[in-house]
């Protein structure tokens, strides 16, 4: 989604580096106002030297319809949301499985700001958090690209992008294009080896790796 003004309950500060632990964002939207419109569905996947543990993922009930083009761009219908949570309930169990992390996204600030508005209209709490915006480092590294959208980045890598727009696939596809981008800017970077396949746990649709 297009860009948007630093929210002003954003307290964090935008790193330009290539962090080992960090948590990628990513959330669907009823629309790009973050005081106007509402949150569909959030998902973060947490990193430790640079190698996944742990998942967060839930659809969230918005106060309105969601609108048709939404729906064709997402997946994500009125059906499918009508017995998810609301907001107030998924942005603190949100917050507790961030905790402290750096956030990393793509064209993060979209994402940020409508975090950011939640958690100070329900809770007047700050986003504290520092961040990484992907799309910002792909600009650094690809200068000659000219097209900067997540999907185009990750077709450059020859990342899979089925399934983009929904939040879950969001985040591995930025995952993907943040690895591959730190491959060219970091010195003797070595990718993580392959993991174990992770499992769903009831609450809030969180995974876990399998023990």
């Known amino acids: 989604m297009s860009s948007v003004k630093r929210n002003r309950y954003i307290d964090g500060k935008l790193l330009l580096a290539y962090p080992d632990d960090y948590t990628v964002l990513d959330i669907e939207t009823t629309g790009l106002s ?11 996947i947490k990193y430790r030297n640079n190698r996944r543990v742990d ?17 064709r761009l997402t997946g994500i219908d009125d059906a499918m949301v009508a017995d998810a949570p609301a907001i107030d309930e998924v942005i603190l ?40 915006d992907v799309m910002k480092l792909a600009q650094n590294e690809l200068p000659f690209l000219g097209r900067y959208k997540q999907t185009a ?16 696939v969001d985040c591995n596809i930025c995952n993907g294009c943040y690895q591959k981008l730190k491959e060219l800017a ?3 970077y070595h990718l993580p080896p392959k993991q ?16």
């Open 153 to 168: 980045v990750a077709e450059y890598f020859n990342i899979a992008t089925a399934g983009a727009h929904r939040a879950l």
């Open 93 to 132: 169990s949100f917050m507790d499985f961030l905790a402290d992390d750096i956030i990393a996204g793509y064209n993060v600030g979209f994402d940020l700001s409508f975090i950011a508005e939640n958690l100070a209209g329900y809770y007047a709490k700050r986003l504290a958090n520092n961040y990484v």
């Open 34 to 44: 973050p005081q106007n419109d509402y949150i569909t569905e959030i998902s973060a």
């Open 196 to 211: 174990r396949e992770l499992v769903i746990v009831p609450s809030f649709r969180r995974l876990r790796p399998l023990a």
């Open 55 to 71: 998942e967060f993922s839930s659809l969230v009930k918005p106060e309105l319809s969601i609108p048709y083009y939404i729906t």
């Open 186 to 188: 970091v010195a003797d």
